[in-house]
């Protein structure tokens, strides 16, 4: 079935680093892909998406490129900050019957920035 | 404000109990999700609901079951039928389950002892 594999973490940066956290999936068909962040204690929040191959997905400084060559929608930032610290999650959606679907998330990669 | 609302932020219970957990949304969306994460895991989904007074299985539904009766509301519970219930678990719901983006809720953890 359909999967994603995130960069296994944690992750520990200086603050003004440049982050990139790796996520490659399988899929059939052509799915879109999400970038979800989660603060400690609160649920999952909608970072960025892209849609179709070659698209660019972008906010808050922080950006992925669907790439269907590798199959691969890495997060990068140029310049972290301490309030960026939080658990990122890549994601896919695939089908489930009836026309539905569902998103299929990767393990998550918990990101530390200190000052 | 238009949104997700999970309640309680915290539950405990004894093992053998069923548990209920709460979830509203007044965001006017078809489709409720409800999704269960353990430590340094992703998140797997519990069940699913398209409209009122259907809802599917998703990856993971045996030892929870769910009720769809009004648009707005898609309580889980957690039977004493489950294995392993502890866990932090995450209401979502989205425009169509065709419309690819969820929204979450912030969460219940629940414990049991």
């Known amino acids: 079935g359909d999967s994603v594999t995130q960069m296994e973490g944690p992750v520990t940066l200086s603050e003004e680093a440049f982050l990139t956290i790796n996520c490659t999936y399988t899929?059939?068909?052509?799915?879109?892909l999400f970038w979800y962040v989660q603060y400690p204690g609160e649920g999952l929040q909608l970072l960025l998406k892209?849609?179709?191959?070659?698209d660019k997905g972008s906010n808050k400084g922080f950006e992925a490129t669907y790439r269907k060559e590798t199959t691969s929608f890495h997060l990068e930032k140029g310049s972290v900050q301490v309030s960026d610290s939080a658990v990122y999650f890549c994601?896919?959606?695939?089908?489930?019957?009836?026309?539905?679907?569902?998103?299929?998330f990767g393990q998550g990669t918990r990101l530390t920035i200190n000052p | 404000d238009g949104g997700i609302t999970q309640s309680p932020k915290y539950l405990f219970r004894k093992e053998g109990q069923n548990v209920t957990l709460s979830c509203e949304q007044n965001?006017?969306?078809?489709?409720m999700y409800w999704y269960r994460q353990d430590p340094g895991q992703g998140l797997r989904l519990i069940y699913y609901?398209?409209?009122?007074?259907?809802?599917q299985k998703g990856d993971i539904a045996e030892g929870y079951s769910v009720s769809r009766e009004k648009k707005e509301s898609f309580p889980l519970t957690v039977t004493s039928a489950q294995k392993n219930p502890t866990a932090f678990y995450l209401c979502?719901?989205?425009?169509?389950?065709?419309?690819?983006?969820?929204?979450f809720g912030p969460g219940t953890r629940l414990t049991v002892t």
């Open positions: 979502a719901s989205s425009p169509g389950l065709a419309m690819n983006e969820q929204y």
């Open positions: 899929a059939t068909g052509y799915p879109s």
């Open positions: 892209a849609t179709k191959a070659d």
């Open positions: 994601a896919l959606n695939t089908a489930l019957i009836q026309g539905a679907q569902k998103l299929v």
């Open positions: 965001l006017n969306h078809d489709a």
């Open positions: 609901s398209q409209i009122v007074n259907d809802f």
